[in-house]
Each structure stands twice: as C-alpha cells, then as structure tokens.
C-alpha cells in the first residue's frame, strides 16, 4: 500500500485510488465504475419526494468528505472507548472482528469452527480470498444498482417525485455512492447444517476525522445453517461532520436460522445512511433487531424479502433521541410468495428536539395468499418539544391474508408514574426506570450481557443528560 496521500471529496481518482490500495479484481473495480456512473446521473432526493421529506439535505456538506483512511499500524483496540474494552477477549463469543477507520484489526474465530468452515473476516480479506462467494452475491440479489430502489414518475412540472414502492425501497443516490466506496465491513458464511451456537461480535469504529464510512455487511446462511451476529457501530466525537453510507446484504439459503443485531452508537456528528435488506428463501427463520442510540441524522431503508413459502420474519428496532437527533426510518414488510410470516416491533423515546419519523409497509403481492403480517410501531415522548411521526402503511394485493398494524405516541402514563412516587421514588428515577422497561423487552432479545448492559449505560446517560 505505496500511497498514503489524503485524498478529500468524492471522484474517480479517490475511487480508483481505494481499489489499487485494497488490491481488487478488474471486475469489482468495473462494479465500483458502474456504480459511480450511477451516483454521478443521479440526483439528490428533491424535497417533494415523499420519502424524503421529512428529512432535509440542506446541511449535508460532502465537499470535505475523506472517502477512505490508510492503514495505520499502530493502532490497537486498546485504545477503544472505555464501554468496547475487553470485546477482542470476549470468551463468550464464537468470534470477533473489529474494524478501525475500514481497516481490520481483530479477527477472531473459534477453531471449531474454522474446521467447520465457517468463515469471518472483514469484506476486503473476503474480496481475496473467497473472490467466488463474493462475485455470487455482493450487491446482486439484496442491495443492488440494477434497478431504480423505487417506482418514480416526473410531474407536470418536470419534478422527479417518488409514486408507491416497487419491489423494493430505498435510496438510488447514497446506495451507488456506497456501491462506488464501500471498504471493509463483515463478512461471514456459515455451510450448510452448521450451527454456530455463540454469538459472534463485530465492530466498525472509526476516529480519522471526517473519514467516510463506507461499510458492508454481507452475511450467508447456507440451507440447514444457524448464527448469531451482533454487529456494533461507533464513533469518537468531533466538531466536524461525518458522512457515512451503509449496507447490509442477509441471505438465508433454505432452513436456516439467523439472529441479526445491528446496533449503532455514532456520535453526533455523523450523517447515517443505511440501506439493508434480508432475503429469506424456504423455511427460513430471521430475528433482526436494529438499535438506533447515536447520529446527528439517520435514514434507514431496511427490507424484508419473503422469497420463499414458510419463510419466518421478525422485525424488531429501538432508538433513543436526545437533544436535535433525527431519526428517519422505512420499513418493508414484502410477501412475494405464500405462507411467510411477518412481524415488526419498533419502540423509540425522544426527549430535549428530537425527531422521529417511522414509515412502514406491509406488502402482499398478488401471488402471496396465506401470508401472515403485522407492524407495531410505538413512541414515547419525554419532552414537550420531541416529536414523532408515524405511518403504518398497507398495500394488500391478494384476498387471503392476515394483515394488521398499530401505532401510538405519546408521553410517559402519569398514573404509572405516580405509582413509583407513592412508594418513595423520586420522579426522575420514576421515569428512568419506566423507559429502560420500555425497551426492556427488545435489549433482552441481544445474546450476550456485556451489549445489554452497554446499552442500557447510554440510555442512562441520555435520560439524565450526562
């Protein structure tokens, strides 16, 4: 890796620079191209577009955007924030992989399974050494440029504004961007029939300022496979802003089981876009939780794909905003075929500015009779200036389903509140333990202790405003 001059903005030299460093195939290089020709014709969601409106562009600066750091070698994971110490001894997990600024520090896994071929490692060693598994499914068949991410149609007055859902939601413009620029991420491939009984954890952290993050998930569950995989994304604070631009591709091959914990505390300086997408073939079964604690601003597209009859999704997310965050995220709940099952949980508690805007659609295809789907969406304001959005959407297109949805907001229940203060519990206290019980049931749902109680330490913190 000869070249280690600091390159600033998004062009094709920066982009040709990153492949060179990470050493890649001439064909993902041409993917890479493909993808900036798409980002370059595309432009940024106008704020009529019905999916963006409620999130503003204006005070998104990309000019100063580092794409990507070089290595740097003296880095270790002792010097990780206090809360990450001990993840790359952590006996408890089947394996750990932590990435610094895209680069892979720690990788760890279990000889057992590396005798079983299980494979983990970081999306750039994946790149090299499993070129053939990478080739198969990285941005074809979950998160992909081929197609426009939904229907569009131009107005009278010549303005591009979005009309429905296609197959698939999400954004065309920050998704090529990422396809132009992803580096590192995690990769695993369980084969098929084996189970890996312990969790595994992950985590992306990165420090450089104003280095973008680019990461990519893409995570194979062969037929009859079964995994745990906690992922963790953090940041150190800084006054400048950071742009950053995820992905995350699960595929479930025919009865296999995956539990997916994509947790993010950024500081408040990033800008978080993140387009992830699950394809459940046969008989598969997914829980996916999506935790939502840090960022200036995020926008998450995640989707479900029941692709095969039997299929089994649970959908489950919580997010905390204090101060002006701004959360902004769409699910979709997609019946393509018959007999899958869908059921989503989302919780979020904003308090101080924040803002939340939860959009989620149940979609039964025409062919998807006996599909099974439901979507829950509740919110608790612990301000009189937060404030919540939420819109449960329903698109049935067959006559044989079950298909329900709900959301409330609101803030905390006086009458439970006074509850706690008539058995001597002060009222801040009365509150703080009324909101950890609130997610309670979500953060319980993570298989290892060490992320729970992380988790609940910065729930803590952001009800108290420390």
Excluded at 303 to 313: C, T
């Amino acid at each position: 890796m000869a070249e280690t001059k600091t390159l600033v903005g998004f062009h094709k030299d920066a982009l040709e620079a990153l492949s060179r460093a990470n050493g890649e195939p001439d064909w993902m290089r041409a993917r890479r191209l493909e993808a900036w020709h798409v980002y370059n014709e595309t432009p940024l969601p106008a704020s009529n577009d019905e999916l963006w409106r409620r999130t503003s562009l204006k005070d998104l600066k990309l000019d100063d955007v580092v794409p990507f750091a070089w290595q740097d070698a003296a880095w270790s994971p002792d010097q990780l924030p206090a809360e990450f110490h001990g993840l790359a001894d952590n006996q408890d997990a089947a394996g750990v992989l932590i990435t610094h600024n895209g680069r892979a520090s720690v990788v760890q896994l279990k000889e057992e399974y590396k005798q079983r071929g299980v494979i983990l490692c970081d999306m750039n060693t994946a790149l090299r050494d499993y070129p053939e598994l990478v080739r198969e499914h990285f941005m074809t068949r979950a998160v992909t440029l081929a197609e426009n991410r939904y229907a569009r149609r131009i107005n009278e007055q010549g303005i591009t504004e979005s009309h429905g859902y296609s197959d698939t939601i999400g954004d065309l413009k920050f998704a090529s961007l990422h396809g132009a620029f992803w580096n590192s991420g995690t990769f695993l491939y369980v084969p098929r029939n084996v189970v890996v009984e312990q969790p595994i954890n992950t985590l992306a952290f990165y420090d450089a300022p104003q280095v973008a993050i680019f990461s990519h998930s893409l995570i194979i569950l062969e037929s009859g496979a079964s995994a745990k995989l906690i992922e963790d994304f953090g940041s150190s604070a800084n006054e400048a802003q950071r742009f950053g631009s995820r992905a995350v591709e699960l595929i479930l091959k025919p009865n296999s089981d995956l539990q997916y914990f994509n947790l993010q505390d950024w500081a408040h300086n990033v800008w978080d876009f993140t387009s992830q997408t699950a394809i459940l073939e046969r008989d598969t079964n997914l829980t996916w939780l999506a935790g939502m604690l840090g960022s200036a601003v995020t926008k998450a597209f995640l989707d479900s794909r029941i692709q095969g009859p039997g299929a089994n999704v649970r959908m489950l997310g919580f997010f905390f905003g204090d101060k002006q965050q701004h959360f902004d995220q769409h699910t979709f709940q997609n019946h393509i075929v018959p007999n899958g099952k869908s059921d989503l949980l989302y919780k979020g508690a904003l308090k101080d500015k924040a803002y939340s805007a939860f959009r989620g659609l149940i979609r039964i295809n025409p062919d998807a009779q006996h599909s099974d789907a439901y979507q829950q969406n509740r919110n608790l304001l612990l301000s009189r200036t937060a404030h919540a959005d939420s819109i449960p959407e329903l698109e049935i297109e067959a006559n044989d389903v079950r298909c329900t949805h709900g959301a409330t907001v609101g803030p905390i229940e006086e009458a439970a509140v006074f509850y706690m203060m008539a058995r001597g519990i002060p009222r801040p206290e009365a509150e703080r333990l009324f909101t950890e019980g609130f997610f309670d049931e979500l953060i319980a749902k993570i298989p290892l202790e060490v992320v729970q109680d992380r988790l609940f330490r910065v729930i803590r913190q952001k009800i108290v405003g420390a």
